[in-house]
């Protein structure tokens, strides 16, 4: 069994990509605030996070920024897995209905896809199996840090789990 550290990115800014007039997955490019940063140098020196053997990052900036800091200061190797980014609010990238509405009936149906939802987003299934098969490959090593975003931490928790920023979460694969 894999001890797993969840560790949510810490808080981030998104002022230079609303600048730049970037939307959908261009809105993943937002960094740490200076805030965030100071969550992520506090977050490092956990006791939680000692013995761990690898950080494993979502490749978004604001994950992969968090994990950068926590990688140094605890002198973790750190690894990233495309399959931990965000979740989806539309899975068909076209972005023709306004997504910010996505993830309020996301909540609404619990993650669960039927006929009547308008937004193509990623169901929390998906999401789960996504998550899970990423992480197959560090099964192998007793502890590991993965930082990710809440939503995706949530499907390794429970659904309606509010994670903070720099939050953790501990479970086990």
């Known amino acids: 069994m894999t001890t797993c550290i969840l560790v949510r990115h810490g ?33 490092a020196l956990d006791p939680l996070l000692i013995g761990a053997e690898i950080i494993v990052s979502s490749p ?36 023709e209905l306004d997504a910010s509405h996505a ?4 909540l609404s149906h619990r993650g669960i896809r039927n006929s009547k939802t308008l937004y193509h987003w990623e169901s929390y299934d998906h999401l789960r199996k996504r998550v899970l098969k990423a992480l197959e490959p560090y099964k192998h090593y007793q502890k590991i840090i993965v930082v990710c975003h809440g939503i995706v931490m949530s499907t390794l928790t429970r659904f309606d789990d509010v994670i903070e920023h720099c939050g953790v979460r501990e479970v086990t694969l």
């Open 60 to 95: 978004y900036t604001r994950a992969l920024q968090t994990a950068a800091i926590i990688s140094r200061i605890t002198n973790i190797p750190l690894s990233v897995e495309n399959d931990l980014h965000e979740w989806m609010p539309d899975t068909t990238f076209k972005f």
């Open 11 to 43: 808080e981030p800014r998104y002022d230079e990509v609303l600048e730049r007039g970037y939307f959908g997955q261009g809105y993943d490019l937002g960094k740490l605030t200076d805030r965030g940063v100071s969550q992520a140098e506090q977050r």
């Open 103 to 106: 993830f309020d009936e996301y």
